[in-house]
């Protein structure tokens, strides 16, 4: 179909279905007043009327560095934590929603004749809806940081739930409409945001990429047509009896214990690999990482190029310190093994799922939660041992040795996770007395809400937030809500504060002279019930004393708001800030630590992208680093059961305080990494200097 003459309406219209719907997805999510909505759009279409009124744009190079200087320039440094924020959601909800987005960008780039159009400047790509959050922010005027982020992030989960619809919306408008996508083809620029650290699920071909670099390096070679970019026969600039021999010596290596024996090697060896033997035939002492040059191997061949990177892999995993040394010394072992797959087989550096690379993979999976200083008489590390002494005796040209290898680590991973699994069942009481007071803290919330919309002073807000939120948890947890014990504690806090308005007439104040004694009796023992001092006791009911004598005197009681942003968004929207704090919970001889926060926090809009199985480390609140297992995530409150029996770890996290570290780069899901790639990450960064 051809695009309509109308191109102009076509794009009013379009640019309308988009602020309505994105005006809808914010409203359902509750999050956000009128004012803080109507805020957003503008922005959006502020963008969207830029972004389609451009006929040409630079590069997204030039895109960011505009962008870069403009947010640089004059903002101070909460301004620019709150740019990067934005720009970190930008890049994922671009990753979340790439299929439905991308066909929108592919109409917008015919109905704007604009083949050179990036992704980036969609006009309803998430680079505009990041520019409309920035203008509500502006709107609502300076208020704490910590607040900002907070909303941003529920923000951002209600966005990754609702977009993929909305774009699917226009799209759906737009083909009607006959506007047709463009090819791919004849695009010009596809360059867009990229998330910082995608982390081990979005990786690029970092061994590929190790290699070109390491090319780079080779003289007069690195621009060659004819320079392979991967070991293999097929590529070989050594004859095939050279390549035999050397095989055959390396073997002999291997049985004889790779690079601690003596043996006598014959003038055609020595004469191919020099570097190889000391002048008495004794190989060195220590096991050491074997390169091309060492092997006497011309740089010019294939084989020296497959060496060499699989040489600075190694030198990579050994000087890993969170590696336990118990592993390096097994991946040591295999060296010889590995180098001759490198050398015949190129599959080994594109291919992710190669047999030899999946059982590097599974060791280091293996060792996951071991302590770095781990024996090898750990049963463990002994049966890691078992397995590269038996691949090493293996005819391993032929990919079933390391299948069968990889098959026999799958067993171990699978033998021990049931291991965990079957330690976890003590703890599972525990996980459901804190599930219990999750119920409790949120049918609690809604009666809290209540009172607070009455719009107390301050002190008196503070005391309902936090002793009168115990009092209730505490009673609902007892009794239930059903109960007349619960009933007399919403009263108590309604009688409070009415004893705090202002009385019109004398039979007000004789009524407020008469219950007061009554009221205050109750309040004590309510404060008793929930353990506040007697300090904070005394000077909580010192500050109602006069509250409830301008009461008396019937003066208003005076109201400061010390949020900037009141009256922006709904009431309640902000939960307690408070900072995760350690506990302990026991049930006779079992232990659990929990990780979580003194007043509840609801659990993040957006599900973990953890999984039971997953290993996880994460930071506890003194710094510590710690690495444990996902045995169970409760399906209401998300709140993870981490179990680590090797560090007697066994511990219950509240899912907001993992969402935040993820989101940050302090926790990390171990088990989704892969060994043989991170290693070849690192030798990038080594090669390259980043």
Known sequence: MAVQSDSFHLLSDTRALFLKHLGALLQDSGLLSAPA????????????????????????????????????????????????????????LFESTGGSLWRTHLRFVTLLKRPDLPKSANPVGPKGIAQGLTAMFAAAGAFAIDNKLELLDRIEASLLEGLPALYAEINDFMDRKGIDAAQPTIIGSQDSPTTPDAGPGVRENALLALQQSLLARVPGLADS??????GGAAASLLNQATLERLVSRLDELDRQGAF????????????????????????PSQPKVLKSAQLGIPTTAGESLAIDTLAMIFESIFANPALPDTLKAVISSLQITLLKVAMKDSSLFANEQHPARLVIDRMGQAVLGLPSDVSARHPMCARLFEIATRLRSENTSDMAAFEKAGAQLNTLLAERGAT??????????????????????????????????????????????QSGSRLLQAVWLDHGEQSSEWQESLALIDDLLWTIQPKADSDERKTLARRLPDILKRLRAGMKRVGLSPEAESAFLDECFELQTRALRALPAAVVSDDPSAGFFPSGIFAPASAPISGELRVGEAVLATLDFAEFQPAPARHLPCKEGDWLEFLMPGGEKRVARVCHISPTSQRMLLINPDSALAMAVHPAILDRQLRDGEAHISSASSLFETAASAALRQTTGG
């Open 37 to 92: 909505i109507q805020a957003i759009q503008d922005g959006a279409a502020a963008y969207f009327d830029e972004m389609a009124s451009t006929s040409r744009r630079g590069t997204f190079a030039e895109e960011v560095d505009g962008l870069t200087a403009s947010r640089i320039t004059l903002v101070g440094e909460e301004d620019l934590e709150l740019g990067i924020r934005l720009d970190d959601m930008s890049a994922r």
């Open 225 to 230: 047509p004819q320079m392979p970019v991967s």
């Open 260 to 283: 601690d024996q003596k043996f006598a090697p014959t003038r055609t060896a020595e004469g191919m690999i020099p570097a190889l033997f000391t002048p008495d035939g004794d190989f």
């Open 420 to 465: 965990i699994v079957e330690a976890t069942k003590p703890y599972l009481p525990l996980i459901e007395q804190l599930e219990r007071c999750d119920d409790a803290a949120s049918q609690v919330r809604p009666a809290i809400e209540k009172f607070i919309a009455t719009n107390p002073p301050k002190v008196i807000r503070n005391f309902i937030e």
